[in-house]
């Protein structure tokens, strides 16, 4: 071992014990030596084991320590801690702005462990709740950790888009006698996305001449493909096709594997006919057109061909917000301006969710704050009608499955959302436990994110969907489509067998500020490919509608 692997060893091991709240003087003592070994003029390796103790700021348990690394390539302390350590706490280290101490107040406290959750905290203003994590600080780790998963190649549907929409301007401008069609994961709505792609006429040796002119990089090359990455680390990728056959090339690259065997398989594909469109391959097959983002599954085409496709939903059928916090608990806006925000939007209703007293990280609220919260929402009621304020709250599911208030508290609202925010590392039979007992108390109106999970950052506690599903469907509970794109949960994949179990679906912002009404249109963007329709989604009822949702809620109540 180098000095340099040697210091990087004493660097991190300071760091971790920082983190865990070890003696400050002991891993200040691994931080000064990880100093003075990178600066020393000659190798350790080199030096007889006697001479090690004679550096100057190496002392005994130091240079014990650099004499097993040598030995053995490896420090076996810095092993342990590495072994107790979450991965993504390690990885925090990587973040501008957080250093151990900040970091274990992270863990220890916000009960968070990994970059993806944290961002996460941050979207939901949470950090400011804490010692040392002031609006600046928290904006300034929220823009880091941006930076630092971009840079991994792997991007939501919701970060990637205004970015495929410029790089779709600027190709069109600088070759405007070429076709750029987008294709792809993009097309279909996919919730992650590792490349943009594109079939075009262009000749590729232009498009290289372009991009590399430009700061790109050359990924791959062949006389059908080329792909480019520049300093988004996004890959681009270009499909080239004769103009004639450009449209049946972009159906190809716009379909999954299981749609395009079975449209072979049902002898659909005429690749001898020029398209002027993908609805021109579909009308020439005898078959309803079927938008990218259906064409997931086989069974989508038998539907085309009975001209029984659904009317998926729009984001011009979102009528409300369901599922939003105010600064009541950890939202950014007060409950009049997010009022006045839907008016302006023309939805026709809004309803408030805050978090619960056993999210004391989240500023939940006490019985007490419950009854002046609802005295405001009386007031703006007056203020704003037509327009209406509903009162719910985001209830936390406990251990034990049941809701963290007494029922003549729960009783007080319009409607309760349960969702389960702590102790998410369950076996799935814990895990249902929860679920199924929160699902069966008559005062759950909707279930909110089901599985907790949060895109590229936390999987889901382990479920089984279909009986979670069924318990709604006995329950009279709405599950929830949490539309925040690192949410984006329930998994469409389900909607399906809920709409089956003639489940209704709500596509909820779960919106902190005025500014997250707009993730409504992600979950839209998701329902749409399981199909589903607005008549399924309470989000999409009218206020009439809602209002009679909300009396049979409370018909289920003792």
Excluded at 132 to 143: A, M, V
Excluded at 527 to 542: F, H
Aim: aromatic residues 10%; proline residues 3%.
């Amino acid at each position: 071992m180098d000095n340099y692997a040697i210091a990087d060893n004493f660097s991190m091991l300071s760091k971790l014990m920082d983190i865990h709240g070890e003696n400050s003087f002991k891993s200040k003592t691994y931080s000064v030596a990880a100093f003075t070994i990178e600066k020393l003029p000659m190798q350790l390796a080199e030096l007889p084991q006697d001479k090690i103790f004679s550096i100057k700021g190496i002392g005994e348990s130091v240079g014990q320590k650099i004499i097993e690394q040598l030995q053995k390539g490896t420090l076996p302390i810095l092993d342990e801690y590495v072994t107790r350590t979450p991965a993504g706490i390690i990885e925090m280290l990587n973040i501008k702005g957080i250093g151990p101490k900040k970091i274990s107040t992270i863990w220890k406290e916000l009960e968070v462990e990994s970059l993806g959750e944290l961002l996460y905290a941050c979207n939901e203003n949470r950090l400011t709740l804490y010692k040392g994590f002031g609006e600046k600080t928290q904006k300034n780790i929220k823009e880091s950790i941006e930076f630092y998963l971009g840079n991994k190649g792997s991007y939501l549907y919701a970060q990637i888009e205004s970015y495929a929409a410029a790089v779709q301007n600027k190709i069109k401008e600088a070759f405007p006698g070429s076709l750029f069609l987008p294709t792809g994961d993009i097309r279909k709505h996919t919730e992650i996305i590792t490349k943009l792609e594109w079939v075009t006429d262009s000749p590729l040796t232009e498009l290289q001449t372009y991009f590399e002119k430009n700061n790109f990089s050359t990924v791959t090359q062949s006389e059908e493909q080329i792909s480019f990455t520049g300093e988004e680390h996004v890959e681009l990728v270009f499909y080239y096709s004769p103009k004639e056959e450009i449209y049946l090339k972009q159906f190809i690259t716009s379909c999954s594997e299981s749609f395009l065997t079975e449209w072979a398989e049902q002898g659909l594909f005429d690749k001898n006919k020029t398209y002027n469109s993908e609805e021109e391959i579909f009308a020439n097959a005898g078959v309803d057109y079927i938008q990218p983002y259906l064409r997931e599954t086989a069974a989508i085409i038998a539907k085309a061909q009975q001209h029984a496709l659904p009317a998926v939903i729009e984001p011009a059928d979102i009528t409300a917000i369901i599922h939003s916090h105010s600064k009541w608990s950890d939202g950014v806006n007060s409950i009049e301006e997010m009022g006045k925000e839907a008016v302006r939007l023309g939805l026709q209703y809004l309803v408030i969710s805050d978090h619960s007293k056993t999210a004391f990280y989240a500023n939940g609220l006490s019985e007490e704050r419950i009854i002046a919260q609802h005295g405001e929402v009386d007031e703006l009621n007056k203020k704003l009608a037509p327009f209406k304020i509903f009162k719910s709250i985001e209830s936390d599911i406990l251990n034990d499955g049941s809701l963290d208030y007494a029922d003549e508290v729960l009783n007080t609202f319009d409607i309760v959302i349960a969702s389960v925010h702590s102790n998410l590392k369950m076996t799935e039979e814990k895990a249902m436990m929860r679920l199924l007992k929160a699902i069966e108390n008559p005062y759950t109106s909707i279930l909110g994110h089901m599985t907790g999970r949060l895109l590229l950052s936390r999987n889901g506690y382990p479920v089984d969907h279909k009986k979670i599903i069924e318990a709604c469907a006995a329950n009279n509970v709405v599950i929830e489509l949490n539309a925040h794109p690192r949410r984006l949960d329930i998994d469409w994949r389900w909607i399906d067998y809920a709409l089956e179990k003639n489940v209704l679906i709500s596509i909820d912002p779960d919106a902190h500020s005025i500014e997250g009404f707009a993730d409504t249109k992600y979950g839209v963007l998701a329902a749409q490919k399981a199909g589903l329709t607005k008549d399924k989604n309470l989000s999409s009822y009218s206020l009439a509608e809602f209002e009679k949702f909300v009396e049979e809620q409370k018909k289920k109540r003792p």
